[in-house]
């Protein structure tokens, strides 16, 4: 569902007062449906939200494309600093058949207050769901067994190899890791 902030639609409903009452409604309707438009942004949709099950598919594959998954989340610093790497990434080798999954590990209260206007603020256009499974003590060695659980943490691989990496990646290394899965 997509909102339009209350001061927007408070906005529309005081201009539309001097309209003649016959075209009111219709003004109206008119009115929210381009703000409806102009607001339909990132900010303004929402993510999948998902448990561990429902991710796991995600972490293998049979195809020949690239996966780089990235777990991270809104209060992390080093992994908001890696951010832009990962869209750098996802937009320059998007062709050659890499694909870019961020998983947020954000609170799923904090969904409509903290991560969509993150999304929307930062111009983020990687795919993006946020995981919310609270048993991280099993889901986690099954992401990687070297795995300490902390964030930023990423998978990289392909249908023959995988890598895991618990660290904050340049944009070189993050682009090296990524051509060394496509050759």
Partial sequence: MIIIPAAVNNFVTCLLIGLNKHYILKEMILIKIILL????????????????????????????????????????VPCVK??????????????????????????????????????????????????????SSSWIPRVDDSWSGAIPATVIFNRNTRSFYEQVFTYEELENAVISKLN
């Fill in 37 to 76: 438009l102009i607001f339909s942004t990132t900010a303004f949709s929402q993510i999948p939200t998902v448990d561990f099950e429902q991710l796991e598919p995600r972490l293998t594959t049979s195809s020949d494309s690239v996966y780089v998954v990235n777990f991270w989340a809104t209060w992390c």
């Fill in 82 to 135: 890696e951010l832009p790497e990962f869209e750098k990434i996802n937009q320059l080798y998007a062709e050659k058949k890499v694909r870019v999954l961020l998983v947020s590990l954000d609170n799923p209260r904090h969904i409509e207050s903290r991560v969509l206007p993150f999304i929307d603020e930062h111009d983020l256009k990687s795919e993006i769901i946020l995981l919310d499974d609270p048993r």
